[in-house]
């Protein structure tokens, strides 16, 4: 008789855990001892296993949601039972001997597996052949470590789209832009049908991530990725409401995020995606990437902590609802932490510094050095805590317009400058000096002017621009 290779092992090992469940489960249905929960709050909704097409899914959605039909918890408290059996160890031992370098065997893999079939099971009264096949053959998968499909559904604010919908591939992972549709507003109302449906915002723009990744976390840094091109593509308070992800993996299911009501969220710049704009969208998406942009901007690459410094700043400018004074200075701090080195002279410094890169970049350094002049007096008044009173916010506006489009201008500034730091990926000191030389020596300008040019030219083409 021929050797079973261990997937095939694997496989009867599961096939005969399921008939198990499925037989105690009929028994303690069939004597009146397991009850069918319906129309409960509960404190998970739990991944449920299979799309209307056939297809697994695990949906996540965070605490206290309104289950219309949940069996989650007579399923989750009869595997809780079920873990302390013989047979549950029996095939614990049996997957360990054939996939020993799998560590989610027990953990992750065989508790979800119990989990969706009990609960299938309790929905249809009855075991699905055909679903525990689909069920076994992911568990299979699972173990082997093969790249799973993942797929997020995000709900932005803070940038909206013209066209109905834009997709485009990056690396086999596919990202798609679109409007709302009214099937997102049913879901909408299903998940928030206990709860006031006016107390939640309507996202403006929807992105879809699906790719195959080996964990949750290669969807997740995309996801966070996708945030941050969106925030520094143009000046926008672009956040994700509510995040719905799927996978076809049992082992590595999302428990889900449900991320604030209107009351927490609110959108301070917004900005409004043109057809003209997705071929300089899908560029620049693949060269943060590639260069792994977020990475660089989250404090954990010690050697660009200025530049998670100016990415805060900028963050916190976008998204947080302080005085016009907080949020500019706010602005000025960002800029600081990319253009000061000093203690002495710092508005000079950093007006001359931040106008003689832009003029290579083709802006007007005077307008620039004027923004930055009038921002830093700005930002000195605040931290020694004065603010404009209205006889100076009138002088101010006469000679500069409305004062948030003069921020949304010099947030401009800072988005570029963020950047320009980040692609041309020199050190600070390295930077500044440069900068600094090109002012005294002509001959200098060639060394910073060269790559600053290739770069507007290529990676950056149409994203380094000026806000209308």
């Given at each position: ?293 977020w990475e660089k901007l989250s404090f954990s690459d010690k050697t660009s902590i200025h530049l998670s410094i100016a990415y805060s700043s900028y963050c916190d400018y976008l998204l947080r609802g302080n005085r016009e004074e907080a949020r500019i200075a706010n602005l000025v701090m960002g800029m600081e932490s990319l253009f000061l080195q000093e203690n002495m002279e710092l508005k000079y410094r950093l007006k001359s510094r931040v106008a003689k890169l832009f003029s290579m970049l083709g ?27 209205e006889k100076e916010r009138r002088r101010f506006e006469n000679r500069r317009g409305d004062i948030r489009l003069y921020m949304r201008s010099l947030a401009n500034i800072l988005r570029i400058s963020i950047l320009v730091a980040a692609f041309l990926n020199l050190q600070k000191k390295d930077l500044i000096d440069l900068i600094d030389a090109s002012m005294i020596e002509k001959e200098k300008i060639k060394i910073i002017e060269g790559p600053l040019s290739k770069l507007h030219k290529t ?10």
């Open positions: 008789m021929a050797r079973l290779s261990r997937e095939e092992a694997a496989t009867n090992c599961l096939m005969e855990l399921a008939g198990n469940i499925a037989h105690e489960l009929e028994c303690l249905i069939r004597e009146g001892r397991l009850n069918k929960s319906k129309q409960s709050y509960i404190s998970r909704k739990p991944p449920q296993p299979m799309n209307d097409d056939g297809k697994l899914k695990c949906d996540g959605i965070n605490y206290q949601e309104y289950c219309r039909e949940s069996f989650a918890g007579e399923a989750n408290r009869f595997v809780k039972e079920y873990i302390k059996q013989s047979a549950y160890k029996d095939s614990v031992r049996t997957l360990r001997g054939l996939f020993p370098d799998n560590d989610n065997v027990e953990q992750w893999l065989l508790w979800n597996f119990m989990h969706f079939l009990s609960e299938d099971v309790l929905k249809k009264g009855r075991l699905d052949k055909r679903y525990v096949a689909k069920l076994v053959g992911s568990c299979i998968k699972d173990l082997n470590k093969k790249p799973r499909k993942h797929h997020s559904i995000s709900e932005l604010l803070g940038v909206s789209i013209l066209t109905v919908r834009k997709k485009f591939i990056i690396d086999g992972t596919t990202f798609i832009l679109r409007q709302l549709t009214a099937k997102d507003l049913e879901k909408k109302v299903a998940a928030y049908e206990h709860l006031q449906f006016d107390d939640f915002m309507n996202p403006t723009m929807i992105l879809e991530i699906k790719g195959d990744y080996y964990d949750t976390v290669g969807l997740e840094e995309d996801i966070q990725l996708a945030e941050t091109v969106l925030r520094l593509f143009r000046v926008g308070s672009v956040q994700r409401i509510r995040d719905h992800k799927y996978t076809d993996s049992v082992a590595k299911y999302y428990p889900g995020k449900q991320i604030g009501p209107i009351s927490l969220i609110s959108v301070y710049e917004e900005y409004v995606l043109q057809e003209s704009d997705f071929r300089i969208l899908r560029k620049f998406w693949n060269e943060c990437r590639k260069m792994r942009l802006f007007n350094a005077n307008e620039i050095q004027d923004e930055i002049n009038d921002a830093y007096d700005i930002r000195s008044r605040y931290v020694h805590g004065e603010l404009l009173d990676k950056l083409r149409g994203v380094l621009v000026q806000e209308s």
